[in-house]
């Protein structure tokens, strides 16, 4: 009988060494699970004739795309004269971005997510071009996710601003949208070289005579909706 009850206390030992055993290692497995921070933006044109270039979305913690009275990067240069999102996708103080799948036509909406691991965001921004325009372009510029909840929303709207890199000629061969199928980027610098709000669209109809663009052409502000919702 004593052998047997040695038997069994050996065993029941082992037992609970093994649930354990086990337990550190659901502890250790759940650790090394990285966390998802997800984020959709619903994108709205409210313009009447402007469509907007593929929007690009990026995530990070700190700088901005752009600011008021300063220089335009190269980078939204490009995107403000052609719709090339590339290099504001790819920017150095980027953690996580994405571009909107094509070209968001007047009154339409287009939903584009983007996600990081394990660091949490602190600001997401969103930039896109007016392709009926020399270099004009709006968005959001570094707002503030951190508190955000899962499922929680907020929303924006915006006007539009000058990139200041490319005279608002409104001139034939130097617009890239469907109103003239004209130029896009040129590293030549030929306006202000500081973005601002944009002046507007004159247009032929107003007495710019060299213009390829009409009153339809015209933009009101705001000129885009964001809505941001925090995914998980």
Same mark, same amino acid.
């Given at each position: 009988?004593?052998?047997?009850? *040695? /038997?069994?206390?050996?065993?029941?030992?082992?037992?609970?060494?093994?649930?354990?055993?086990?337990?550190?290692?659901?502890?250790?497995?759940?650790?090394?699970?990285?966390?998802?921070?997800?984020?959709?933006?619903?994108?709205?044109?409210?313009?009447?004739?402007?469509? *907007?270039?593929?929007?690009?979305?990026? =995530?990070?913690?700190?700088?901005?795309?752009?600011?008021?009275?300063?220089?335009?990067?190269?980078?939204?240069?490009?995107?403000?004269?052609?719709?090339?999102?590339?290099? /504001?996708?790819?920017?150095?103080?980027?953690?996580?971005?994405?571009?909107?799948?094509?070209?968001?036509?007047?009154?339409?909406?287009?939903?584009?997510?983007?996600?990081?691991?394990?660091?949490?965001?602190?600001?997401?921004?969103?930039?896109?071009? =007016?392709?009926?325009?020399?270099?004009?372009?709006?968005?959001?510029?570094?707002?503030?996710?951190?508190? /955000?909840?899962?499922?929680?929303?907020?929303?924006? @709207?915006?006007?539009?601003?000058?990139?200041?890199?490319?005279?608002?000629?409104?001139?034939?061969?130097? *617009?890239?949208?469907?109103?003239?199928?004209?130029?896009?980027?040129?590293?030549?610098?030929?306006?202000?070289?500081?973005?601002?709000?944009?002046?507007?669209?004159?247009?032929?109809?107003?007495? =710019?005579?060299?213009?390829? =663009?009409?009153?339809?052409?015209?933009?009101?502000?705001?000129?885009?909706?964001?809505?941001? @919702?925090?995914?998980?």
């Amino acid at each position: 009988m004593k052998t047997k009850n *040695i /038997l069994y206390s050996v065993t029941a030992i082992s037992a609970l060494c093994f649930l354990s055993a086990c337990d550190s290692d659901n502890d250790d497995n759940t650790e090394m699970m990285p966390t998802t921070y997800s984020y959709q933006v619903a994108v709205k044109n409210l313009t009447y004739a402007q469509p *907007i270039s593929p929007v690009a979305v990026v =995530l990070h913690n700190e700088g901005y795309l752009w600011q008021i009275g300063e220089s335009a990067s190269v980078a939204l240069e490009t995107m403000a004269e052609s719709g090339d999102n590339s290099g /504001l996708l790819d920017g150095t103080n980027v953690m996580a971005s994405a571009s909107g799948a094509g070209v968001v036509m007047p009154s339409m909406s287009e939903t584009i997510m983007v996600s990081v691991e394990d660091t949490m965001p602190m600001y997401l921004s969103v930039a896109t071009m =007016l392709v009926n325009t020399n270099d004009a372009f709006t968005g959001l510029n570094a707002i503030d996710i951190s508190s /955000l909840a899962v499922d929680e929303s907020v929303t924006f @709207t915006a006007g539009v601003y000058d990139a200041g890199t490319e005279k608002n000629s409104e001139m034939m061969g130097t *617009i890239p949208g469907p109103a003239d199928s004209g130029e896009g980027f040129n590293a030549a610098r030929d306006d202000v070289d500081v973005v601002s709000m944009h002046p507007g669209v004159v247009s032929a109809d107003d007495g =710019l005579s060299t213009s390829v =663009l009409t009153q339809a052409h015209k933009f009101d502000n705001p000129s885009v909706s964001f809505t941001i @919702t925090r995914m998980e």
